[in-house]
């Protein structure tokens, strides 16, 4: 392959390199943090990726909205813009539920800090019972 | 157009116009009327729908009338219309149950939420199974999932929070890897239909946007039916939720998610070769071994039993994967039966542990000493439960066990019907567990005297461990439609 060619296809993939980024670095974040709500920002940048990796190749350079008319040949695809705008409302409701599960979290166990949470948890059950 | 011809969208919009309704009445009663009404709608039109599917052949519906490839598809088929049945069925008897249940668990202000999310929770179930648009799935995964982290939260344990971020975390991520590889799949075919997205990925099978989207599906649903080791989420969750939400969630939300697996193998890929080109049967025939017994393993060192069956259910779920893996009519048929068997026999558990929970004040070993003296018609409900999870003859778990030994027979694999063998005798021994706590044991004197249970909570628990007993003995609804659905998953290759 021809130095030119290769720099073409690097150019032409360039949206999935930053979509692949994105989604490696989110998922990276919510499993590497102990902090819940860095966890619920990681995760918020992995559904980000998928946004783009559905948009980005349906916008064509120079397309149009698609609407008949003699001035316009090239159209963008609207149906993966759509399909976002419905995903992008249930990331906001994921992350809304997230951060207020968070604030209950913190409410019972005064810490938002998973291996303090799990340390909490890990003490022995009582259960009101003698053994 | 005569109101039959909509049933397929009444399904779905009856539920999901009943949530809004319970927030705007407030009222507790009224609540649980509007979601009682909505679930029991739900059952009637779930069966009426099974009935015209096993009489005239695949129902196809068309949202806003808009045809199929380009608008959203509701379709109905043997697979499905059976899916949707366990689903509405199991929703109709839990939510009564309810009622009396979370009176003691969760507190009375948020009575009308609770019936919200169920019911909403309900809606995102029957979505998932009915829709024919690869998006939808999505869509509804998300409405049923994020209702049943707050289901989930509302326990009374503060552990319950806890378990509903890490069930929040793992089922976002999961439902992402979903989205992923619906998006590869757009990519490849230009559509959304799952029936025609399945003719044109012949003319893409085994490029690699293709096999990746496979993976993406496959291990994103498989954290959302817990496969092991994807499972973490759930013993946690069903142990802290109320007594009511494991109900419903443990008969329904994995199984659900089994179905997603099964109409994208199957009806999306099946027509192309890309079971030929990953190892997917060996992998899927590992993961299920590994989950029968590790998860059984597990279930036998637990204290509680919520936490005991939980594990339990990742092990059963090692069955139903076992049984996709043979990739035979028989393997599925065993799939879909176990999908249905367990759904049941989970439920009516999980009920009859909300039972024990109310009346003894906990489900731990130690409380439910001597059980067999003080409930024992409830404790007897456990014992036929246990012994349909171990595969008994006479209840459930062996129709599905029988036809899974069956499938394994026919690919002459003999050492798989030693290890099914083998797994149920682990699952002998954790059921014993509570066996030997609830007879062989004296109740403890200082646990409280059982309050009674109320008949709102014992008359649909006993219809559904009703249902094991019957199910183990009269097949024909349950194995006749699961044969179909399978030949029908299966008949584009044979």
């Known amino acids: ?131 | 157009m005569n109101l039959l011809s909509h049933l397929p969208a009444l399904q779905v919009v009856i539920p999901l116009i009943a949530a809004p309704l319970t927030v705007l009445l407030r009222r507790r009663s009224v609540a649980f009327a509007v979601a009682l009404i909505a679930s029991w709608a739900a059952l009637a039109i779930a069966v009426l729908l099974w009935l015209q599917v096993a009489e005239s052949g695949t129902l196809s519906y068309a949202i806003g009338s808009w045809p199929a490839p380009w608008g959203i598809e509701y379709r109905v088929d043997r697979l499905n219309s059976f899916i949707l049945i366990l689903v509405s069925g199991i929703a109709a008897l839990v939510l009564p149950y309810s009622r009396a249940s979370i009176e003691a668990e969760v507190p009375p202000q948020q009575h009308y939420l609770f019936y919200t999310m169920f019911v909403l929770c309900l809606t995102g179930l029957l979505g998932i199974a009915i829709t024919g648009d690869a998006f939808n799935i999505f869509v509804f995964l998300e409405v049923s999932s994020l209702s049943a982290y707050v289901l989930i939260a509302l326990g009374r344990d503060r552990r319950a929070l806890f378990a509903a971020y890490q069930y929040l975390l793992m089922g976002s991520i999961g439902a992402t890897f979903l989205v992923i590889g619906i998006g590869l799949l757009y990519l490849m075919t230009g559509t959304l239909n799952l029936a025609d997205m399945g003719l044109r990925i012949a003319t893409v099978q085994g490029t690699r946007p293709v096999l990746a989207a496979l993976a993406f599906i496959t291990v994103g649903v498989s954290l959302k039916l817990a496969l092991f080791p994807l499972h973490q989420w759930l013993p946690n969750a069903y142990t802290f939720a109320p007594s009511a939400v494991s109900a419903f969630l443990a008969a329904t939300a994995t199984k659900v998610a089994v179905y997603v697996l099964l109409r994208f193998y199957f009806s999306v890929f099946g027509e192309s070769a890309v079971f030929a080109k990953l190892p997917m049967e060996q992998m899927m025939l590992l993961l299920a071994l590994a989950g029968m017994f590790a998860a059984s393993t597990i279930a036998i060192f637990q204290t509680d039993l919520k936490r005991l069956f939980a594990y339990s259910s990742v092990a059963q779920i090692g069955y139903i994967i076992l049984g996709m893996s043979f990739d035979s009519v028989s393997g599925l048929t065993a799939s879909i039966v176990h999908l249905f068997n367990h759904g049941v026999t989970k439920g009516a558990i999980y009920m009859l542990l909300g039972c024990v929970a109310l009346g003894m004040g906990g489900t731990t070993l130690a409380r439910v000493q001597g059980l067999g003296k003080r409930m024992p018609l409830t404790s007897f409900g456990i014992v036929i439960g246990g012994l349909s999870l171990i595969g008994v003859p006479g209840t459930a778990g062996f129709v599905s066990k029988w036809y899974l030994l069956l499938a394994a027979l026919e690919k002459g694999q003999w050492w798989l019907v030693f290890m099914i063998v083998l797994s149920s005798l682990l699952a002998a021994v954790y059921v014993w567990r509570f066996v030997e706590a609830a007879y062989l044991q004296e109740p403890r004197k200082d646990t409280a005297e059982v309050a009674a249970t109320p008949w709102l909570m014992s008359i649909p628990t006993a219809i559904l461990v009703i249902a094991i007993v019957y199910f183990g003995l009269d097949t024909s609804f349950t194995i006749g439609t699961a044969s179909d659905a399978a030949a029908a998953l299966l008949g584009g290759r044979r």
Request: glycine residues 8%.
């Open chain 1, 1 to 131: 392959m021809t130095g030119a060619t290769t720099s073409m296809t690097l150019a032409g993939h360039f949206t999935y390199f930053i979509t692949v980024f994105l989604m490696v670095a989110g998922l990276f974040i919510v499993i590497s943090r102990s902090n819940l709500i860095k966890k619920l920002v990681g995760l918020g940048i992995f559904q980000t990726s998928v946004y783009l990796l559905y948009v980005a190749p349906a916008k064509l350079i120079g397309g149009t909205a698609p609407i008949l008319s003699d001035a316009f040949t090239v159209y963008s695809n609207p149906l993966p813009h759509v399909l976002i705008l419905t995903a992008i409302v249930v990331g906001v409701a994921t992350l809304a539920l997230g951060l207020a599960l968070v604030v209950r979290i913190r409410e019972a166990y005064e810490s938002i800090e998973e291996d303090e949470i799990l340390q909490l948890d890990a003490k022995p059950e009582r259960d009101g019972l003698e053994p």
